[in-house]
């Protein structure tokens, strides 16, 4: 089965910080996406990687931008983590032509 | 960005009975997924359709590609404890690996014994 593992279930940050969020995925995939959860919203989309080093601009990806030097690995940075980023972060990595593997999620607060 | 429209929001049932759920869009899809999310982990897959008008059936789960190509159902039968969590319904326009989901607001289910 894919693994998709975020690496961190539950941060606390403070306003202002720089917060890398990290994604690894052990399928040789070349999607990945993160997107952010929050109550009656559902999923929104913040950014995603056709491949390595290649990048592209999500549904809300304002204060957020991200990184993919290794197949594996997508990671998500908040460049100066507000109080309203406070959110359940999900990444995911495309499985086949039409479904995603999720990991567990992210969940930040930013105090 | 789009969001694709479920309803009802949230359900509150009693185990054993019927659930039903739908999800609603303004323009059309060629996929629609059906994904779960349980308390504290990320969404997984429960059923994909491919064609307008199929239907599909995985253990007590079925779910309909509306034929309008515009919205999509999920029914669960017998409900039981373990049905608990959230529902996502998921939309995709293209049918290449470029293609991205466009996902529901979600539909949050508590079942009662």
């Known amino acids: 089965d894919v693994k998709v593992t975020q690496s961190s279930r539950y941060l606390v940050k403070r306003t202002g910080e720089k917060v890398f969020l990290e994604c690894v995925q052990d399928?040789?995939?070349?999607?990945m996406f993160w997107y952010r959860q929050d109550p009656g919203l559902g999923l929104r989309l913040i950014y995603f990687?056709?491949?390595?080093?290649?990048?592209e601009k999500g549904d809300i990806p304002e204060g957020y931008s991200v990184s993919r030097e290794k197949k594996e690995r997508f990671s998500l940075i908040l460049e100066s983590a507000s109080t309203n980023q406070t959110s359940m972060y999900l990444c995911?990595?495309?499985?086949?032509?039409?479904?995603?593997?999720f990991g567990s999620g992210t969940r930040l607060t930013v105090v | 960005g789009q969001q694709l429209n479920q309803s009802p929001q949230s359900m509150f049932i009693q185990e054993g009975e019927d659930v039903s759920m739908n999800c609603t869009s303004s323009?059309?899809?060629?996929?629609w997924l059906w994904y779960k999310q349980d308390p504290g982990e990320g969404p997984v897959l429960l059923i994909a359709?491919?064609?307008?008008?199929e239907l599909t059936s995985n253990g007590r789960l079925t779910a309909q590609f509306g034929i309008t190509r515009k919205d999509s159902f999920l029914n669960i039968s017998a409900s039981i404890p373990s049905d608990v969590g959230i529902y996502f319904c998921?939309?995709?326009?293209?049918?290449?690996?470029?293609?991205?989901?466009?996902f529901g607001t979600g539909t949050r289910l508590q079942v009662t014994l």
């Open positions: 359709l491919y064609k307008a008008g």
């Open positions: 990687s056709y491949d390595v080093k290649m990048k």
């Open positions: 995911a990595s495309r499985t086949n032509h039409y479904g995603y593997t």
């Open positions: 323009s059309i899809f060629n996929t």
């Open positions: 399928m040789d995939h070349e999607n």
């Open positions: 998921a939309g995709q326009k293209g049918t290449g690996t470029a293609s991205k989901l466009t």
